[in-house]
T-cell receptor, first 112, second 114 residues
């Protein structure tokens, strides 16, 4: 089971780039790395997923080193509305029940 | 608009009563999931279903039951056997073909049992 470890909280200022790192030492060959964002009293929102190297979409970038034992979510030029909890998950395509547990995540607070 | 609907948004019940939470999706997704979230905590999987008429227990299935008679619907019943039912309940879905890592969530139902 690829358990993930993330910082509990991070602070940043508006306009800065934020990097949140997730450790997943026991990732399996067919596992994907996926990140979600959650605002208070709302369901999580899928942000990005990747398998290796770098993935970029309109919201974020995901950097995955060759050994895949960690990953970094990069949010460019954050704003106050990016204040949220960010979850890192490692999930096989079939999604076994043991993988579909969101840990406590990283509380990102963006300051003015 | 395509999406996932959960109703009601807030639900209050007396201890000892069963209660059913609704979850409907019009995304044509094969897989559906139920999670529980307690204050300040992450999400824990209760049940999931990868196809109609089939479902599997998650980490905390005790005291809950589900059914999956239609592709669009995955209701969750919180029974009186659930010792601490007060929580925020989230339903999600994902498309078939092995994309469990990309789930779409509903707005959630906040259940309070007194």
């Amino acid at each position: 089971l690829a358990k993930t470890t993330q910082p509990i909280s991070m602070d940043s200022y508006e306009g800065q780039e934020v990097n949140i790192t997730c450790s997943h030492n026991n990732i399996a060959t067919n596992d994907y790395i996926t990140w979600y964002q959650q605002f208070p009293s709302q369901g999580p929102r899928f942000i990005i997923q990747g398998y290796k190297t770098k993935v970029t979409n309109e919201v974020a970038s995901l950097f995955i080193p060759a050994d895949r034992k960690s990953s970094t979510l990069s949010l460019p030029r954050v704003s106050l509305s990016d204040t949220a909890v960010y979850y890192c998950l490692v999930v096989a395509p079939s999604g076994s029940a043991r993988q579909l547990t969101f840990g406590s995540g990283t509380q990102l607070t963006v300051l003015p | 608009d395509g999406g996932i609907t959960q109703s009601p948004k807030y639900l209050f019940r007396k201890e000892g009563q069963n209660v059913t939470l609704s979850c409907e999706q019009n995304l044509n997704h094969d897989a559906m999931y139920w999670y529980r979230q307690d204050p300040g905590q992450g999400l824990r999987l209760i049940y999931y279903s990868q196809i109609v008429n089939d479902f599997q227990k998650g980490d905390i299935a005790e005291g809950y039951s589900v059914s999956r008679e239609k592709k669009e619907s995955f209701p969750l019943t919180v029974t009186s056997a659930q010792k601490n039912p007060t929580a925020f309940y989230l339903c999600a879905s994902s498309s078939g073909g092995g994309r469990a890592y990309e789930q779409y969530f509903g707005p959630g139902t906040r259940l309070t049992v007194t």
